[in-house]
């Protein structure tokens, strides 16, 4: 153990300590507990939040990220051919810069954070290069009984441990308890519904909740963090399609951004919406939605891409709008087998 007195914290060269995410979401070997009730897509939310920070870009839109870091996602809930197949590889098709960063590891649900277990948590993260560690979720790879604090300290310890020896970020994924209700109405017991043990709350470095609205059909994001102020809450979208969440209250589009990165007759979508959103820091789903904006004009009609069934590129129509820049060649990129 080292100690510093007042003179030797003055002349040692502290490392400059940049944010995995912005915020106070996420700092390199911190930890960030994501929680929220059964269904809240709690773990749609850690999805899209990894392979926003394995491409380098906002999570949510909202929150900076300053760089692209490799993230290891350990699946211990559902099969794997459902985590990648219905929800990993549809989310990702948004995020082609992540591709190389996000790794994922299916448990069989055998894997546990015990001492037995040890060496193969460290020999994944090492393989896979993380500086990001998402568990997802506690329940199942804890070891005794979650209402114990004993053993959520257990497991919070050698979550804390793989920080020191492997120097990872780790994003914990946790349920809450059922609602309680007094007089008919439902109690919103902040981060004392978390479930199992009132351990996890002081454990944690920052803090998601997610909880959904079902009158409203969005779903309500709120923050806690240690050492910065904490975000305003944000109010989410959740799209059925792409299976990503998206602010509520977006941010704008120009509609001029689109038409000057819609440069050539023909275009694969999945580079337009990229040039976009990367140019204008605007969420994919927002220039989507313009996309189809387009599309329901008649001004560009979509088709299945001959390479790859599974996307599509967009032609120009003859009633292509006048608002069309004439600007120097963007970066998008035309499909190989389309003409001219």
Do not use: C
């Not at 050492?227 to 989410?236: A, G, N, Q, R, W």
């Amino acid at each position: 153990m080292e100690i510093l007195n007042l003179t030797q914290m003055r002349e040692k060269k502290w490392p400059v300590v940049e944010p995995i995410i912005s915020g106070g979401l996420l700092l390199p070997r911190a930890r960030l507990l994501i929680a929220g009730k059964y269904k809240a897509k709690k773990s749609f939310l850690t999805i899209q939040a990894s392979l926003e920070m394995a491409a380098g870009r906002p999570f949510l839109g909202t929150f900076e990220v300053r760089h692209p870091v490799s993230v290891l996602y350990v699946n211990a809930e559902i099969s794997e051919h459902s985590f990648v197949v219905e929800r990993v590889l549809p989310m990702s098709e948004q995020y082609p810069e992540a591709d190389g960063r996000f790794h994922e590891a299916f448990t069989n649900y055998r894997l546990k954070l015990s001492e037995k277990d040890w060496p193969t948590w460290v020999e994944a993260i090492q393989i896979a290069k993380a500086q990001v560690l998402v568990v997802d979720p506690l329940a199942e790879v804890a070891m005794g009984d979650e209402n114990s604090k004993t053993d959520a300290q257990r497991a919070g310890d050698f979550l804390n441990s793989l920080i020191t020896e492997t120097g990872v970020s780790v994003i914990l994924i946790h349920h809450e308890s059922k609602d309680l209700f007094y007089e008919g109405r439902r109690v919103d017991r902040g981060w004392d519904a978390v479930r199992g043990s009132s351990y996890w709350p002081g454990w944690l470095d920052s803090g998601i909740r997610i909880t959904r609205v079902p009158d409203k059909g969005i779903y309500h994001l709120a923050f806690l963090t240690r050492h910065t102020k904490e975000p305003d809450p944000l109010e989410l979208m959740w799209d059925e399609q792409t299976k990503l969440f998206m602010p509520a209250k977006e941010q704008g589009m120009s509609l001029e951004l689109l038409r000057r990165e819609f440069d050539s007759d023909v275009i694969l979508e999945q580079d337009l919406v990229t040039a976009v959103s990367i140019h204008g820091l605007v969420h994919p789903m927002t220039v989507k939605r313009a996309i189809n904006g387009l599309v329901a004009r008649g001004e560009v009609e979509r088709e299945a891409w001959i390479k790859d069934k599974r996307k599509h590129i967009l032609r120009k129509t003859g009633s292509w709008g006048s608002l069309r820049l004439e600007t120097p060649a963007s970066t998008s990129r035309r499909p190989e087998n389309t003409p001219s």
